[in-house]
């Protein structure tokens, strides 16, 4: 983990390669602190030698990165001056052919003028330090960045820009109001002064728990689109398994054939449906009774598979009865409790029909499928999606983590805790200490009460250069 303590010496200039190692076309050094300008001034030279530091602000210049006479590289050079800066301190920044040696090059250059190593998230720390964003909008920068679909590309920029921050001040605003009406009640009693009655306080309480309800309802969503749902395709051999892989997909990924144990192994691709990153993992076909070493392998990964997945495909084949090796797929779904969240996918749809779908259990949803003909294909991801969401994703998610869950948690408790001593008839200073609790709770998601090792943990998390 990170020191933020470290990290909390603003006076620093600090540089770093904020585009990813490798070649491209462009790499980008940004240079950030109080020095910044005056390190341009030293690095860079534009064609009619003015110093950078006199340039206008929010301007790009063409020019050179040159040390003691040398030329590293022609560049052009962006700079932003304090406060209209994403940290709100000077800012330049270098845009340089893409391959590892100028930019290598170039941070060495600055950083011998007077510039230190940035670390992970480090420009993002400084523009929480700051007052430029909150600490629930730098965790969505995280998660910007991670984006791997459009809806959750959507999501995080909601919270970037402060879905989640305004209505979490709203509430602190709320409870400060209880508490500064509380506390007055406290010093001034027995005087001439209206004080905050019992009924007005639950009330309050309870409007308040039923935001904070609403709000942890998005977690699940904003769970899955922040690591995407992970879906496993299960069933007994030569069922089509395969096949659903490969028409999903919409090519051919895994082999087929009618040839018992061809898949032996897991295999796992990546998915946008309904705007949610889908990793689905096709698995070997489920027998117990194969005296093979090795399908008894990709048995037991396809059992470790089911065990971590949010949702089953439990493929059968709709032109043969039952038999008991589905039967024993549908007894590994119940082991590993996936029941509630499989779709029963009856395949072969365009052959005579034999099954009797009678005895299989109350999965979530049976549909008919045609994997060759692909037919009933197009309904698998919206169910997909709805079997770990009441709904498909869209913009209007609030994006909330696992930290910010847990600390709406213990406010709710605390609220909680406050009407059961209105209840008690309990003294307004108890009544107070739990009101204080829950503002306590709710400041650690915008960073108002963090304390070290929230800011920790947080920036530890993100990659050096933002």
Same mark, same amino acid.
């Given at each position: ?298 048995? /037991? %990964?396809?059992?470790? &598979?089911?065990?971590? @997945? !949010?949702? *089953? +495909? ?87 983590? /696992? %930290?910010?869950?847990? &600390?709406?948690?213990? @406010? !709710?408790? *605390? +609220? ?51």
């Amino acid at each position: 983990m990170i020191n933020s303590g470290a990290y909390s010496n603003l006076t620093d200039t600090i540089a770093a390669v904020t585009t990813p190692h490798g070649r491209g076309g462009t790499g980008v050094v940004r240079v950030c602190g109080p020095k910044a300008l005056f390190i341009a001034d030293k690095v860079f030279c534009l064609p009619n030698n003015i110093p950078p530091s006199q340039c206008a602000s929010h301007t790009i210049h063409f020019g050179r990165v040159v040390e003691n006479g040398s030329v590293i590289d022609e560049c052009l050079l962006s700079i932003m001056k304090a406060p209209r800066t994403y940290s709100g301190q000077d800012t330049v920044e270098l845009s340089l052919h893409g391959g590892p040696m100028p930019l290598k090059l170039t941070l060495a250059c600055c950083i011998r003028a007077g510039a230190r190593q940035a670390g992970p998230g480090e420009f993002t720390y400084r523009a929480f330090a700051l007052g430029k964003i909150d600490l629930a909008q730098a965790e969505a920068v995280c998660d910007l960045i991670s984006a791997k679909t459009e809806a959750a590309s959507k999501a995080s920029l909601r919270a970037l820009e402060g879905a989640l921050s305004e209505k979490i001040t709203a509430w602190r605003n709320d409870l400060i109001s209880l508490l500064m009406r509380l506390e007055t009640t406290i010093d001034h009693a027995g005087e001439d002064f209206i004080p905050i009655t019992p009924p007005q306080l639950k009330a309050a309480s309870e409007a308040l728990r039923n935001g904070i309800a609403m709000l942890l309802q998005s977690y699940a969503k904003a769970r899955h689109l922040r690591c995407g749902i992970r879906v496993v395709i299960c069933g007994r051999p030569n069922v089509g398994k395969s096949s659903l892989m490969n028409a999903l997909l919409e090519r051919e990924r895994a082999i087929v054939s009618n040839v018992p144990g061809t898949t032996r192994d897991t295999i796992e691709e990546h998915m946008d449906i309904c705007g949610i990153e889908v990793v689905i993992t096709d698995t070997a076909g489920l027998r117990r009774t194969s005296n093979d070493a090795i399908e008894a392998q990709g048995f /037991e %990964r396809a059992r470790k &598979a089911m065990g971590g @997945a !949010d949702v *089953a +495909l439990w493929v059968v084949d709709g032109s043969q009865p039952l038999n008991s090796d589905d039967n024993s797929v549908g007894a590994l779904i119940r082991e590993t409790s996936l029941l509630a969240r499989t779709i029963i996918l009856v395949n072969k749809n365009d052959l005579p029909q034999q099954i009797n779908t009678t005895p299989l259990p109350a999965a979530n949803k049976i549909i008919n499928i045609s994997c060759t003909k692909a037919s009933g294909l197009d309904s698998i991801g919206r169910s997909i999606v709805e079997c770990v969401t009441d709904a498909p994703a869209g913009p209007e998610i609030i994006m909330v983590n /696992e %930290r910010h869950c847990s &600390a709406l948690k213990n @406010a !709710d408790l *605390a +609220l909680s805790e406050a009407e059961n001593a209105i209840a008690q008839g309990a003294t307004e200073d108890l009544l107070a200490f739990h009101v204080r609790e829950a503002l306590d709770y709710l400041g650690e998601i915008t960073g108002a009460t963090a304390d070290e090792e929230i800011l920790s943990k947080i920036f530890s998390n993100f990659c050096i250069g933002k």
